[in-house]
């Protein structure tokens, strides 16, 4: 059994850490799913957002943080795909956070867009072509 080098100890690491950080986002509005949907789409009256695209968008995002954490803490072939809609989802939301000119939430965003980032382009990622040296 071949020992884990610290690289590849930190990327598991900060993937486990950052999948739990996700999947109990996610997660734990399920119970009160229409609350959270219809208080964030309320935030939108008045904007190009209002109403329809708000309301859906409000309703995928516990989904798709659930989907996107578990594909995270799986591992395998599915985390590309899983960081990736990640990248795409928190465009989304940043988005939102744009339009209602709440600058103070875009850190942290960004922060979750350079984790994404980080496990996407991580060498230990499958699927992540490495250059040969010939």
Known sequence: MSQLSNSRLAYLGLRFAF?????????????????FATGMAG????TLLDG??????AYVIPFAETLIALSI???????????FSGLLLMGGIMLGTCM?????LLPSQLIHMLIFYIILMNPHTPGIAIARKD
């Open 19 to 35: 999948g739990i950080s996700l999947l109990v986002h996610g997660s734990i509005r399920f119970p009160k799913l229409q609350a």
């Open 52 to 57: 329809f695209p708000s309301l859906t968008f």
């Open 43 to 46: 935030q939108f009256d008045g």
């Open 73 to 83: 803490l799986i591992g395998w072939k599915v985390i590309r795909w899983g960081a």
């Open 100 to 104: 209602l000119e709440k600058w103070e």
